[in-house]
């Protein structure tokens, strides 16, 4: 049962015919960016070079970074008035990396949604919930026009209040929710509280992404709703989610080839690893009009499964992400570096040398963040109101970065572990 079977299970060969077709229309594309042509000239790459899947490498990485330098429009390569829509990552500092759609790169966006939904069980006649942020956020409005175009009624719910989005399952017979596991981990709490049996609900599956969770969160939850989870990628720099998504067999994670092509390399030395090994995985768009984006690194480590899936789809399957390259993350649904909340605080002067970030998660299992904050004691002189006016000067200014309340401890100066080398500053708790 598949919602485009000749896509779904074409023939490998057939399938990297049409990705090298596409990857070489997407470099052609590219170059038409004020971003792409400055870099394939500073090194005197041609489109026309890439004649063979494998010239892919000789095509440099694109980052975060080079996303926040091309900032805003650097990227596109169609006309200004193309695009009919922006969306952003999650993070919130300073530079976002804002991606372009044209009307077709939605349409393609919603139909790879629809793909994912049906391969996971979904059908027209299911009801499906929206529980994740709408907005710049891609989750929302990516998830929202899947299962719109796929026929299924959505109810745009959006994240948070509890008690609201359990009555709308209740009175619209939802079955199907698109929800962070976290958030799926406190309504079962709340439910518990509310003596309400969470597979009472009627609900059929619950699609899970947008932050890490193990297999075992995987395995709690599935016990605490009795249906199946299936896990959900995406990343907003390609497009958000329809990226990559769970088929029925439940092991990893289908990639839509035809859409991306998928690499996997030693972060450290930009390689590519066997498949099995575990690496980064780097992805390139060559379906996509407004933003072609050319071997982006992720920074999400995961692997390559070396045999095809049982469920007959021919597209590569990717494991659980286990962690990331990079030191991003991930809290209440957003993207944040340690770097950031460090710029913050050592700009406010009764702030001393040394802090740490602690994550844990609550008892209704929300996340929580504390920054430890050592005080500069030539500046402090030692009143208590002193002391809650910097705790509440850091507090905001924290929020005001990265949008996410923090708790702050002060403590007197020397009371953190001294840095030995390479400082521990995060230290999360959370069992994910
Ligand atoms: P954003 O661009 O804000 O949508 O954030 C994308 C990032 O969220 C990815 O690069 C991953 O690090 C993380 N992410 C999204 N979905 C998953 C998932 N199913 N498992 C683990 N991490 C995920
Ligand atoms: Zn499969």
């Known amino acids: 049962m598949y919602y485009d079977k000749a896509i779904e299970t074409m023939k490998r060969e057939d399938l990297k015919k049409l990705q090298l077709e596409r990857l070489q229309k997407t470099v052609h594309a590219a170059y038409q960016s004020p971003f792409y042509k400055k870099r394939f000239d500073s090194i005197g790459l041609k489109p026309k070079d890439i004649r063979t899947l494998e010239d892919i490498y000789k095509i440099p990485f694109t980052t975060k970074d080079d996303l926040r330098a091309a900032y805003p429009d650097l990227m596109l390569a169609v006309p200004k008035n193309q695009p009919v829509r922006i969306h952003s990552s999650s993070g919130t500092t300073g530079r976002a990396t804002v991606i372009f759609f044209t009307k077709k790169d939605i349409d393609v966006w919603a139909d790879l949604m629809g793909r994912c939904l049906y391969m996971a069980g979904m059908r027209p006649d299911d009801v499906f919930q929206n529980m994740v942020s709408y907005g710049l956020f891609t989750g929302g409005l990516g998830f929202h026009y899947g299962a719109e175009r796929f026929g299924s009624m959505v109810i745009p719910a959006g994240g948070g209040n509890t008690a609201k989005q359990i009555t709308l399952i209740k009175d619209f017979g939802t079955t199907y929710l698109h929800i962070t596991p976290s958030y799926a981990l406190h309504i079962a709490y709340e439910l518990e509280q509310m003596k309400i049996p969470a597979s009472s609900l009627g609900l059929k599956g619950l699609f899970c992404g947008a932050e890490p969770y193990s297999e075992s969160t995987r395995k709690k939850l599935e016990e605490i709703y009795r249906i199946p989870v299936f896990n959900s990628y995406g990343l907003s720099e390609m497009n958000g989610p329809g990226v990559g998504f769970e088929c029925q067999e439940k092991e990893d994670i289908h990639i839509w080839e035809d859409n991306y092509i998928v690499e996997i390399i030693d972060p450290q030395t930009g390689e590519a690893v ?42 590569a399957k990717i494991g659980r992400i286990i962690g990331r390259s990079d030191d991003m993350l991930i809290v209440r649904g957003v993207n944040l570096f340690p770097s950031q909340i460090e710029a913050v605080i050592m700009e406010i002067p009764e702030v001393g040398n040394n802090y740490q970030i602690v994550i844990d998660r609550s008892d209704e299992h929300l996340d929580r963040l504390t920054v430890k904050v050592e005080i500069d004691n030539k500046v402090f002189h030692g009143e208590l109101k002193d002391l809650k006016m910097i705790q509440k000067k850091i507090k905001h200014a924290i929020k005001e970065e ?11 100066p020397n009371t953190l572990p001294p840095s030995e080398g390479k400082a521990k500053r995060v230290i999360d708790l959370r069992n994910i």
């Open 274 to 315: 066997l498949p099995g090994e575990r690496g980064e995985l780097v992805l390139t768009t060559i379906n996509r009009e407004a933003m072609p984006i050319l071997r982006y690194r992720t920074k999400d480590l995961t692997f390559l499964h070396k045999d095809l899936c049982k469920c007959g789809r021919t597209h």
């Open 402 to 412: 990265i949008m996410i309340q923090p708790e702050i401890e002060l403590l007197e």
